[in-house]
């Protein structure tokens, strides 16, 4: 019974909704697993840590995005190709690309490491963290982020062994993985940071050794338990245009997702304009609603960013398999899948947003007050109610890099990071009538949280074009196979 759980799901085969239901489930756990990681931190460092150490750490998150969202990006565009030949029953073809994947993620780790390093003062800066309007913030976040990319391989090569094992179609085994690093993550961060006294230090470290945890259990598994997948002499032999292709398909989708971080530091920065002060001193009100608030929007945002990863899977298998038909169901059973999920998840968020109660979890009461509460509130009343644009933001944005198109993702992410930044430089001093600071309207912030809604819009476009133009081709494709049977 247990030993069936951790098989590969052959996801050509079965009932549509129930094969990216039962798919979805570990990823989702995962996923939730993964955001507890990041909650656990920020709930312990509300509760050791001062106010300013906590606005530092806060800042912080949207700036390591950039770096690891382009990892993430890599290692997921990259499974597709495994997860084709996992379709088309190749094994050995399967097995090139876990090498290559290896490869690839070694050298993109070291460059990323080296790059993010030397950028960490620069994003700083940009967002408005500046050692003049609050050295103790600042430093809290430079600490905290250089620690943070220091470990940037571990988070790679966790990302990869992942997105490998579910091109499979094993989507427990990572789960299992996470669980023992999310619990190591907590009692490392409690120990770290009460009695070892090590603050910002011991957060970021503890983060780091989990994942690294993480990385090397998920190896262990692959070259110990699937024997099938341990590397031969041939191996090495790659057919011609092999590692392009994995490049072809990982470099785009990992360029979305830092275009998408560029936006979300343009939209932080907007933000932390809130708490500048007559005398051009920095508070932390906003910075710490704020934070709070995108905290809580990535744990309800998780079910649509599992579902999508499973339709990364989903997709490429049938691809491998040339099912077209089931293809173009699984995308719009998906889409059903995931409205259920929207009246459950933004339910839940907008019943949090009652007294605050959401800021509980991540901050001490001291650090909690009306403007706390204010700027959280506003940022998620404004973008819950548009979680069904996300949900086929993720789908749409998953599933066309499955099918081998990821010009579309691309350029969704160039879409997403246009409005994201447009509607954050101009919209929000436009409505205030005027610069930003403690005393603009609630208008003004209402506007910059509404630039998450229409960078989402935007993204839909392209996305929504390439879905459009791939079911033309792909019932072309399906007519030209059956014309050449007959």
């Not at 490491?113 to 408005?128: K, M, P, Q, R, Y």
């Not at 246009?418 to 430089?425: D, F, G, H, K, P």
Request: with cysteine.
């Amino acid at each position: 019974m247990v030993s069936s759980m951790f098989k590969n799901i052959d996801l050509t085969k079965g009932k549509i909704w129930k094969v990216i239901v039962f798919f979805a489930i570990p990823i989702l756990l995962s996923y939730l697993l993964q955001q507890i990681y990041t909650i656990s931190d920020a709930a312990i460092c509300g509760q050791y840590l001062n106010a300013n150490q906590v606005a530092g750490v806060n800042n912080t998150s949207n700036i390591t995005f950039i770096v690891l969202q382009f990892a993430f990006g890599c290692t997921a565009g990259f499974s597709v190709v495994s997860a084709a030949k996992i379709g088309h029953n190749d094994i050995s073809g399967a097995r090139q690309s876990l090498l290559v994947q290896i490869i690839l993620s070694f050298i993109i780790s070291i460059v990323l490491t080296v790059a993010a390093i030397l950028s960490i003062d620069f994003l700083l800066n940009f967002i408005g963290v500046t050692k003049e309007a609050n050295l103790e913030i600042y430093n809290a976040a430079y600490t905290y982020t250089f620690i943070i990319f220091l470990g940037t391989i571990a988070q790679v090569f966790y990302n990869l062994g992942c997105s490998f094992l579910r091109s499979l179609g094993n989507s427990v085994t990572p789960l299992l993985f996470l669980l023992v690093s999310t619990i190591l993550n907590i009692v490392l961060d409690i120990v770290f940071i009460s009695p070892l006294k090590m603050g910002v230090e011991g957060a970021a470290i503890a983060t780091i050794l989990a994942q690294a945890i993480s990385a090397i259990g998920c190896f262990m598994y692959i070259f110990i338990k699937l024997k099938e997948y341990r590397f031969k002499k041939e191996d090495f032999k790659l057919p011609k245009g092999f590692i392009k292709r994995h490049l072809v398909l990982g470099l785009p989708l990992a360029f979305q997702f830092s275009i998408l971080a560029i936006g979300l530091i343009v939209m932080q920065g907007t933000t932390i304009k809130f708490d500048i002060l007559e005398d051009g001193t920095l508070a932390n009100e906003s910075q710490l609603g704020y934070g709070a608030a995108c905290k809580l929007n990535n744990f309800l945002m998780t079910p649509f960013n599992a579902l999508g990863t499973a339709m990364l899977s989903y997709c490429g298998q049938n691809l491998g398999a040339a099912n077209y038909e089931r293809l173009r169901k699984g995308i719009k059973q998906s889409y059903l899948i995931m409205l259920v999920l929207y009246v459950l998840f933004a339910g839940i968020g907008l019943l949090l947003t009652i007294n605050g109660a959401y800021l509980y979890i991540f901050l001490s009461s001291d650090k909690i007050n009306d403007l706390t509460i204010k700027y959280g509130n506003l940022y998620l009343r404004t973008c819950l109610p548009f979680y069904p644009v996300l949900g086929l933001l993720f789908i749409l944005r998953n599933s066309l890099q499955g099918v081998e198109k990821p010009l579309f993702p691309f350029l969704a992410g160039v879409g997403e990071l246009i409005a994201r930044c447009v509607v954050c430089l101009f919209i929000p001093t436009l409505v205030n009538g005027g610069p930003l600071n403690r005393n603009a309207s609630d208008l003004a912030y209402i506007m910059t949280s509404a630039a998450d809604v229409f960078s989402w819009t935007f993204a839909c476009i392209p996305l929504v074009t390439g879905y459009i133009l791939f079911l033309k081709k792909s019932r072309n494709d399906e007519n030209l196979n059956l014309l050449r049977q007959s």
